[in-house]
């Protein structure tokens, strides 16, 4: 081994503190871009494979009711591959028990195993057999939550008429995914699932014998989705159809898009920080080096090296941090990202799960972790290659400090000489005290953009549930309803107020653009929802046109006075053009809203409700629910306070596991700068460190000197933190918003609170481990030698 | 004659891994309140390893110390570092002053936790600095610096100032104007002094003279007739 490489070696293991230091933000870099990509792409292959195994459509459709001969008019439109209709029917639950209303969405299915879409995935027994007419298969997150298993019954009410079904299976779908009962907002397995049921046995107990009321299908490979979900459209007009749509508007697809775009987000987010900071530290770490290797390095080109050889020995050192960076990073990254994907395939009930990483990440990570390092050390292999080995040689010339600001100030402040000590010494390396507030406000700010998420989870679920949906039920029924309905509602007891909730399907279009939609609308004395907008205000419905919430209005790409294309969807399919009368800054969901009258301009008809919204006495609750349970109207009921439970807990599953590991990550960079600044303060001032134990200052007082300099300076990366914190939650925010939500921007005192006293406490533990060093200090021997 | 300090049979051994230094074997001296000491002795025989232990910057690893009443052995490290700042002002070879403050400002360094200090401009004064106080060290002569360290060590007005080889990075005149610094303090303020050194011309100072060697004090010479420093020959 050359000598200059053994050199390196010793280096490294001399100053193994630091160098560990910067290793761990450069790993948690790696980690983080590897576990992000890792769970993105063994999710999106997991989920691919699933897909493909399970022949997942490319396009679905819903109507009334069509015969069944419809689906090979369907298959013969140029560009579908394969074409299935099916009959779905939502029935009501009656399970001993349980007093509140438990839905199931009925699929039928073919007895005979001839179906290629959609395909059901067994975990447990067996199909329906042909000839049985109450035999079912349940997915597995109901099962589960209401610990049925095959040779279960359960009671059921479908198409009004009681029938006790028996559980044969138990099995998932890669159309479900995901899913949601009507009304609701959250998935909850205990009150909602999804059943298999062969397709006589469905027929027969909805009476829609050689009918269908749904249908999805297949493209061929180069197939142009709009122009077939066009032709769909036609076809299925006169059978009520309510418009084809693709996989993006299929919720279970649309969810799980979501919460990759999600991991997306982490990956262009995160990263970043940390290799900004890593090269923070190499570029001050090696520019100490450089300083006190002077002599060495003149002695060195004296002796004939070469100023290439010198900078690329430098380069050495900080290329080696990487590549521990980059292996540790690269371990770790994969280790959590198997542990994550297994989560969330667990989350997600993915039938079989493939952990994939491909070679590229990796080499990316490595990549990135070298270039952060190598630029970090190029100012000082500048440095060291531009030393005159004359002047190198000669002792370097003493720090010179002037008099400046600092005078003015310590002297008004009444400073003692520590005092002075401490500010000019900031003063004279005013760049490295810059990163060293720069790193811990950073950290800060990764600290404090991430607790915002919570907040504004928050804010959202405030907004939405106790401003937009004031009513404690949501009664959705079996199928649109007039007025009678709301009369008999309102006359059960406990029910202080009811109010009717219109929806009619429609499609909007805005130059080339479309969005399947419905149009809702309240009557004009409703108390019960309400529209909210980013300030927290009520916005009430427009007497004429629509109102659009942001998430639609940016989707369709219009402004409030344009004028949409309305066609409406099912039943009668007229077409209306209406202006844009507001957007309201709504957090949750692409709605559309209108006034009552102008609903019924564009259906033609007094609109039915498709479900109504109760305030309720709370302590008639109990004996409500059972009434609405066996109301034949009554499809479902959304209790507002038990949706708003699970939303929180959804929260609090998610948000806090990823905070745990955000925390542990903005703690590692506070600590590395914290520890890196201190080491080379130590290093620096340990000839006056030592000078001060000499002339009677006790270890306290010695240690004020080194701490005070870095506790100013992280005092001084507080505001800039917060600043930093405010700017990067706001990207995160708006890259985290989907077609499902938006996030507000509601950041709470908790959360600067919180994200303040975690880097003060990292970094205060980091510098009193470091100053423990100070109390060890052998004042005799540093005195002893010349600095 | 007051005592300063009374040490016994002071050792001290010095173990690097498996070798044992025998720094001082075995060492008596009593040092009297307001004399002026030289010690004498070829590189490593253990001046400056006495120095410092009496100073209280290191601990004998046997024998006896005291310092007036006091046990200076028995003393923990906080109790040591009272001991420092009451008593005792140090002057290395290497200057040691803070680069980032000014002349002033080193020496008030001392007179901020001092008893019962002097204005840090008398002691610049007494150095003959009182016009270079607002100089950063950077901007000061090494003689110069000297003085400022020796400024700093005064200020305080300690008992005893210990100096290890002070003018030893220094030419024969700045030197000699450090070393009459010395002198006088020991003269106008009754200041201990006791100053190691290599150059057997200043032991012409001294009203005695330890000679080292091999960690021991080999001869005690008395000066009857101290000189003063500008009569020493370089
Ligand atoms: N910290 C130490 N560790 C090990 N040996 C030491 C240490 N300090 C001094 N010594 C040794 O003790 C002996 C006396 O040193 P010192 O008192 O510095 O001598 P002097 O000041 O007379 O030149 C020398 O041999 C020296 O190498
Ligand atoms: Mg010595």
């Known amino acids: 081994m050359k000598a200059l490489d053994l050199k390196l070696l010793r280096d490294l293991w001399r100053m193994r503190g630091q160098a560990l230091a910067i290793a761990l933000v450069l790993a948690a870099a790696t980690a983080t871009f590897v576990l992000s990509l890792g769970v993105h792409r063994s999710l999106t292959e997991t989920r691919d494979a699933y897909y493909a195994r399970n022949h997942f459509a490319d396009i679905f459709a819903e109507m009334t009711r069509a015969p069944r001969n419809i689906v090979a008019r369907v298959a ?81 009410i479908i198409y009004g008429s009681r029938l006790r079904l028996r559980i044969v299976g138990v099995g998932l779908a890669p159309n479900f995914i995901y899913s949601l009962a009507p009304g ?70 649309a969810f799980l898009d979501n919460e990759l775009m999600q991991l997306d987000a982490m990956t262009e987010v995160i990263p970043p920080v ?19 290797e002077r002599t060495q390095i003149g002695l060195l080109k004296a002796f004939g090296y070469s100023d290439l050889a010198i900078a690329s020995h430098y380069l050495k050192f900080a290329l080696a941090i990487a590549v521990v960076a980059a292996v540790a990073g690269s371990l770790a990254g994969v280790w959590m990202g198997q542990a994550m994907t297994r989560l969330y395939a667990e989350y997600y009930r993915f039938p079989f799960l493939e952990y994939r990483n491909s070679p590229v990440v990796f080499l990316g990570a490595a990549m990135l972790s070298f270039g952060a390092a190598a630029l970090g050390a190029l100012a000082g292999m500048r440095a060291a290659a531009r030393l005159s080995p004359a002047v190198a040689m000669s002792p370097p010339p003493p720090p010179v400090y002037r008099a400046g600001m600092v005078e003015r100030f310590g002297t008004a402040a009444g400073f003692t000489a520590i005092g002075y000590m401490i500010t000019r010494h900031i003063a004279r390396w005013p760049w490295r005290s810059a990163i060293t507030v720069l ?189 609405l349970k066996d109301m034949p109207q009554v499809l479902g009921v959304t ?42 303060l130590f290093s620096e001032r340990a000839n006056e460190l030592a000078t001060l134990r000499v002339l009677g200052y006790y270890r306290s007082e010695v240690g004020l000197v080194l701490l005070g ?68 200090l052998d004042m005799v021997r540093v005195l002893k030698a010349r600095e | 004659m007051e005592l300063a300090f009374r040490g016994s049979a002071l050792g001290k051994v010095y173990r690097t891994g498996e070798t044992e230094v025998h720094a001082l074997r075995g060492v008596d001296l009593e040092i009297r309140t307001g004399e002026l000491l030289v010690l004498l002795g070829p590189s490593g025989s253990g001046k400056s390893t006495l120095l410092n232990i009496i100073g209280g910057l290191d601990r004998p690893t046997s024998g006896e110390l005291h310092y007036g009443g006091t046990d200076l052995v028995g003393l923990n490290d906080r109790e ?65 610096q000297q003085r ?56 012409a100072m001294a009203q005695r003279v330890l000679h080292f060697l091999d960690g021991r004090i080999a001869r005690t010479e008395i000066n009857e007739n101290p000189v003063d420093p500008q009569a020493i020959s370089w």
């Open chain 1, 274 to 292: 940390f290799l900004l900071v890593a090269t923070f530290l190499v570029y001050i770490v090696l520019g100490r080096m450089i300083r006190t």
């Open chain 1, 709 to 776: 300099e870095l506790a100013l300076l992280v005092a001084a990366a507080v505001p800039v933190g917060c600043i930093l914190g405010y700017w990067l939650a706001q990207v995160m925010t708006a890259m985290f918003s989907s077609d499902l939500f938006r996030l507000p921007f509601a950041p709470t005192r908790a959360t600067y609170g919180y994200s303040i006293l975690v880097i003060l406490a990292s970094a205060a533990l980091t510098a009193l481990a470091v100053a423990r060093r100070v109390l060890r």
């Open chain 1, 76 to 156: 013969a439109i140029p560009g579908v591959q394969r074409a299935e209709g099916v009959i779905q029917q939502y029935a009501s639950l009656d399970m001993p028990g349980r007093n509140i209303p438990v839905r199931a969405l009925v699929n039928s299915v073919d007895e005979h195993g001839h179906d290629r879409l959609n395909l059901v995935t067994l975990r447990e027994g067996r199909m329906p057999r042909p000839g049985a007419s109450r035999e079912v298969v349940v997915d597995e997150a109901f099962a589960e939550a209401n610990a049925l298993g095959p040779g279960d019954e359960i009671d059921a």
């Open chain 2, 80 to 144: 040591l570092t009272r001991f420092r700042r009451a008593n005792i002002g140090f002057i290395f070879q290497f200057y040691n002053l803070i680069p980032s403050l000014t002349a002033e400002e080193n020496v008030r360094l001392v007179t901020d936790i001092a008893d019962r200090p002097m204005e840090p401009g008398e002691a610049l004064a007494l150095v003959g600095l009182a016009e270079r106080a607002n100089h950063y060290p950077a901007q000061l002569s090494g003689g110069e």
């Open chain 1, 439 to 627: 790193g811990v406000a950073l950290s800060m700010g990764l600290l404090f953009a991430t607790l915002q998420f919570l907040d504004s989870s928050r804010a959202m679920l405030d907004s939405y549930f106790f401003r937009a949906q004031r009513q404690d039920l949501t009664v959705t029924f079996t199928e649109p309803r007039n007025e009678d309905v709301l009369y008999e509602l309102a006359q059960l007891p406990g029910v202080l107020r009811v109010e009717p909730a219109r929806g009619v399907p429609v499609k909007l279009h805005f130059g080339n653009r479309m969005e399947r939609t419905a149009i809702e609308s309240a009557t004009g004395d409703a108390q019960l929802s309400a529209r909210i907008d980013g300030e927290g205000k009520a916005i009430a419905l427009p007497v004429a046109g629509l109102m659009l919430s942001r998430q639609m209005a940016d989707k369709l790409g219009v402004h409030a006075g344009d004028r949409v294309f309305v066609e409406l969807l099912g039943g009668r399919q007229t077409k209306s053009v209406l202006p844009v009368a507001g957007i309201v800054d709504e957090f949750v969901g692409e709605r559309v809203y209108a006034a009552q009258a102008t609903l019924e301009r564009i259906t033609r008809d007094a609109s039915p409700a498709g479900s109504a919204l109760l305030r309720i006495d709370p302590a008639a609750r109990d004996g409500l629910l059972a009434r």
């Open chain 2, 148 to 203: 400022v360290a020796v400024a700093r060590a005064i200020a305080k007005q300690p008992g005893v100032l210990l100096c290890d080889e002070p003018t030893g990075a220094l030419d024969s005149k700045t030197g000699i104007r450090v070393l009459e610094t010395l002198a006088k303090a020991n003269r106008e303020l009754g200041t201990t002094v006791a100053i190691i050194t290599h150059n057997v011309g200043i032991a």
């Open chain 1, 184 to 253: 609701d907002i959250i998935p909850d397995n205990s009150r909602f699932g999804v059943f298999w049921m062969g397709e006589k046995a469905l027929e027969a107990a909805t009476d829609r014998k050689e009918a269908i009321n749904a249908l999805s299908l297949t493209l061929e490979k180069g197939a142009s989705d709009a122009d077939v979900i066009r032709k769909v459209d036609t076809l299925l007009a006169p059978y009520g159809g309510t418009g084809a749509y693709g996989r993006e508007d299929h919720l279970s697809h």
């Open chain 1, 639 to 680: 209790e507002r306070d038990a949706a708003m439970n699970k939303f929180e807990e959804m929260i609090d599953d998610n948000l806090y596991t990823m905070l745990f590991f955000y925390v542990g990550f903005a703690s590692a960079i506070a600590v590395g700068v914290v520890y890196n600044s201190a080491r080379i």
